[in-house]
């Protein structure tokens, strides 16, 4: 199973004043790891964006929290790839802490033209590189090339 892990401390920004993780700051950090996610397979945000002309929005997201993270905790964010469409891109995340699960998202993105801001289907090189890590297992499909 192919997944791609990403570890963040939660910062004194991240909290509410309880120090207790503030879930739109969640949301936030969630972002940014699949930011890195897309660096990560080759495809820089900053290529996409301003060169390809290539968006990638979430048009649907499920978060579900199990137990509260504290200012300081150090966060692994755990990001699978269980489906490629079309032009969408279905991903699964997992956050824990030292205590184990934290939170857990579904987030669906979509393939966009920041010409039109209409859905593309994936170019073939972004295509080839997601298939490529594919998560399957419980829960989750492959589609096909």
């Known amino acids: 199973m192919t ?32 930011e890195d ?16 002309k290539i968006g990638t929005p979430t048009v649907h997201l499920t978060c579900d929290f199990s137990r509260p993270s504290m200012f300081g905790d150090r966060l692994t964010f755990n990001l699978h790839i269980s489906r490629v469409g079309g032009s969408s891109l279905h991903l699964e995340h997992v956050v824990s802490g030292a205590n184990g699960m934290r939170w857990r998202a579904r987030q669906i993105l979509a393939a966009t033209s920041l010409v039109d801001h209409h859905a593309i289907p994936w170019p073939d090189d972004i295509r080839t590189a997601l298939v490529g890590h594919v998560s399957v297992g419980e829960g989750t499909e492959a589609a096909p090339a």
């Open 37 to 52: 996610f897309w660096a990560r397979i080759g495809f820089p945000w900053p290529e996409l964006i301003t060169v390809r």
């Open 3 to 34: 997944s791609f892990s990403f570890d963040r401390a939660l910062r004194f920004g991240d909290c509410d004043p309880s120090g207790i993780a503030y879930f739109p700051s969640y949301l936030n950090i969630l972002n940014g790891v699949v």
